[in-house]
């Protein structure tokens, strides 16, 4: 059926999604409603009554159709499900700072583990470096599409603060992963400089600190991994002294520092509510499934990042982490935003998925019921306008 789909849809068939609910995100959700897919985007979206189906379509039925899901921060595609050495490429061990590397460089899109992601809704993901290095790689934004589609080659710039920055090597404490992270950027910042002098002056291309001058000059967005109250004020000094637009991710006890954060304005990844609250690191031991909520509440903008995991499920879910922060005070509606919408906004692509409107990527996923409900199936998966997982999970 799907291939048949497929062959269709590639000698221009349209495709129509009709289901008992269009969830659209940036407008109210329409009952009975419909969605058109023409030549990968969204034609039309309306009711049932107000939307032509075209002659020859391919027509798709469920109960709910949302935007496709976005996790704004993971290490899918460059984390592969083997822990062997063969697929494991979010890292570069020993590199304090280690921005020169790009994501997707390493991006594996056929991984099994990308597989996994979009069969549960996820459309589109930024992968990048583990935690780890204090001044780590750029993501990759990217469709999870087999063969992928890459709609942000060179992201955000990944820091780490916090234990697993301590870990490497140089960096002991807390205070020398902020100095290791300083120091960069003071070089950045000479190096910028230099940059900007006449030819014969001119300092040699430095792979290592441009992505930093970009920063600097606020023209590169800075995601800073971090989990406890005290490192995300760090990053908020950093931001502040360092001038640079920053989100944060991971952000565990982001709930203990939300009026800061409210206050200086910076969106928040949320990590997966479902964490192992009994890390050896310590890190996690004051999560709660309210954080997005209480975030929420006081304003701060919020997306989820599933983040990294060290063993298995090895990559987590978007879906199941916000029907756990939609239970937990968030609600079903302000958890589908930020699962789609917001984590869309914050990476900086918003014109083109996030929410079904017309011009944007066909990027929808179909549900036999509640997208939240434990019961519920995610039934078929478009990305891009193609059909790509027709078996209700």
């Known amino acids: 059926m799907i291939a048949w789909m497929w062959a269709s849809m590639a000698f221009g068939a349209d495709l129509v999604v009709l289901a008992d609910e269009v969830r659209p995100v940036d407008g ?30 391919v027509v798709l039925r469920g109960a709910v159709v949302t ?16 822990n062997q050495p063969q697929d494991q490429d979010h890292d570069e ?19 099994p583990l990308v597989d996994w992601l979009r ?39 990944v820091l780490t603060l916090g234990e697993a920055a301590k870990e490497l090597e140089g960096s002991h404490s807390r205070m020398g992963s902020a100095a290791e992270i300083r120091q960069a950027f003071a ?12 030819l014969a002056d001119r300092a040699p291309v ?28 760090t990053a908020l000094r950093l931001r502040e002294d360092l001038g640079l637009d920053v989100v944060l991710a991971g952000a565990t006890e982001a709930y ?7 206050a200086a304005g910076v969106p928040v990844l949320v990590g997966p509510p479902m964490a192992r609250a009994w ?70 692509i918003a014109d083109r998925t996030g929410s079904l409107t017309v011009g944007k990527d066909a990027d929808l996923v179909v549900f036999d019921g509640d997208p939240f409900e434990y019961a519920t199936h995610v039934c078929t998966v478009i990305v891009g306008g193609q059909v790509l997982e027709e078996t209700c999970r």
Do not use: C
């Open 28 to 57: 109210p959700v329409i009952s009975q409603g419909a969605v058109l897919v023409r030549d990968g985007k969204i034609a039309a979206v309306g009711g049932q009554s107000d939307v032509d189906v075209p002659e020859g379509a």
């Open 67 to 82: 935007p496709g899901l976005v996790d704004g921060l993971t290490a899918a595609g460059l984390t592969g499900p083997y």
């Open 93 to 111: 061990p020993g590199l304090p700072v280690a921005a020169a590397l790009r994501a997707v460089d390493a991006y594996a899109p056929w991984d």
């Open 119 to 157: 069969e549960h809704g996820v459309t589109t993901i930024a992968s990048g470096p583990s935690p780890g290095s204090p001044v780590g790689g750029r993501t990759v934004v990217t469709s999870t599409a087999p063969g992928g589609g890459v709609r942000v080659a060179d992201g955000m710039l």
């Open 187 to 198: 070089l950045a910042a000479e190096y910028r400089a230099r940059r900007a002098l006449p």
């Open 206 to 233: 430095d792979l290592a600190l441009e992505p930093l001058a970009e920063a600097l000059a606020g023209e590169r967005r800075v995601v800073v991994f971090a989990r406890r109250a005290d490192d995300l004020l």
């Open 256 to 262: 203990l520092v939300r009026d800061a954060i409210a």
């Open 279 to 348: 890390s050896s690191s310590g890190e996690a031991h004051n999560g709660t499934f309210e954080n997005a909520a209480l975030l929420a509440a006081v304003g701060v903008p919020i997306g989820f990042g599933t983040g990294y995991e060290a063993y298995v499920p090895k990559v987590r879910v978007v879906l199941f982490e916000a029907a756990i922060a939609a239970a937990n005070g968030l609600g079903p509606e302000r958890a589908l935003r930020a699962a789609t919408l917001g984590g869309a906004e914050i990476l900086g």
